[in-house]
C-alpha cells in the first residue's frame, strides 16, 4: 500500500541554523511528490514539487528538496532558518494514473524556532 | 483575485445534526477534494471529483456525502452518520488530478 512517513513529529531549531526535514514514501513507481507548509489554523501552501528531472528542487521562501529514488526519500532542507518558517510541514506524494489519481499526505512535522 | 473559499471559518452544531460546509474556487480547476485534518495524522481524503457530475470516494467517505453540479462548487454535508464529525475541514482544488493542490482556509466543525 502507498505511504508517506515523516518521522519526526516535531523539531526545534535556532534561528539562523540549517534544518532538514525528513520523509520517506512507499510506492512501486515514482510519485509525483510535493512539500505543503501549514501555518496554525490556515490551509496548506504548496512550497515545491518534483514531477520529473532534476532531484535537487527550489521552491518559495528559500526551501530546497532533493528526491533520492534509492532511498524513495524526498527531504526537506533550508540552509537558515527564520521565526517565521515555524509552522507544520506536510510531505505529500502523488499516486496513480488516468483511471485515478490521489495525494496521500504524511502526519507533519511541526518545527518549532528558538531565539 | 483567484482562490478557494471555505465558509464558514468556524461551524458549530448539535450532535444528530447534518451540516453542509461550503467550498468555491474560481481558478477553473478541473478536480476538487475534500480532507479531513485532526491533530497528528495529517490530512486524510474525504471525497475528490474530476470533473462536474461525477465524484469519488477518499479513505474515510463513510458518513459524508458531496455534489459537484458547478465547475465552481464541491459542498460537503456531514451527515449525523459521522460519528466524530468535529475535526477541521479542507477543500483543495487542482488544475488536473495529478497537479498540486490549492488549499482553502479550512472550516473548523464542532459538534456539541
Known amino acids: 500500500a502507498q505511504s508517506v512517513t515523516q518521522p519526526d513529529i516535531h523539531i526545534t531549531v535556532s534561528e539562523g541554523a540549517s534544518l532538514e526535514l525528513r520523509c520517506n514514501y512507499s510506492y512501486g513507481a515514482t510519485p509525483y511528490l510535493f512539500w505543503y507548509v501549514q501555518s496554525p489554523g490556515q490551509g496548506l501552501q504548496l512550497l515545491l514539487k518534483y514531477f520529473s528531472g532534476d532531484t535537487l528542487v527550489q521552491g518559495i521562501k528559500g526551501f530546497e528538496a532533493e528526491f533520492k529514488r534509492s532511498q524513495s526519500s524526498f527531504n526537506l532542507r533550508k540552509p537558515s532558518v527564520h521565526w517565521s518558517d515555524a509552522a507544520e510541514y506536510f510531505c505529500a506524494v502523488g499516486v496513480g494514473n488516468t483511471g485515478g489519481f490521489k495525494t496521500i499526505f504524511g502526519a507533519g512535522t511541526r518545527l518549532f524556532v528558538k531565539a | 483575485d483567484g482562490g478557494i473559499t471555505q465558509s464558514p471559518k468556524y461551524l458549530f452544531r448539535k450532535e444528530g445534526q447534518n451540516v453542509t460546509l461550503s467550498c468555491e474556487q474560481n481558478l477553473n480547476h478541473d478536480a476538487m477534494y475534500w480532507y479531513r485534518q485532526d491533530p497528528g495524522q495529517g490530512l486524510r481524503l474525504i471525497y475528490y471529483?474530476?470533473?462536474?457530475?461525477?465524484?469519488q470516494k477518499g479513505d474515510i467517505a463513510e458518513g459524508y456525502s458531496v455534489s459537484r453540479e458547478k465547475k465552481e462548487s464541491f459542498p460537503l454535508t456531514v451527515t449525523s452518520a459521522q460519528k466524530n464529525p468535529t475535526a477541521f475541514y479542507l477543500c483543495?482544488?487542482?488544475?488536473?488530478?495529478?497537479?498540486?493542490?490549492?488549499f482553502g482556509q479550512g472550516t473548523r466543525l464542532t459538534v456539541v
Open positions: 471529483s474530476q470533473i462536474v457530475n461525477d465524484f
Open positions: 483543495a482544488s487542482s488544475i488536473r488530478p495529478n497537479t498540486e493542490a490549492f
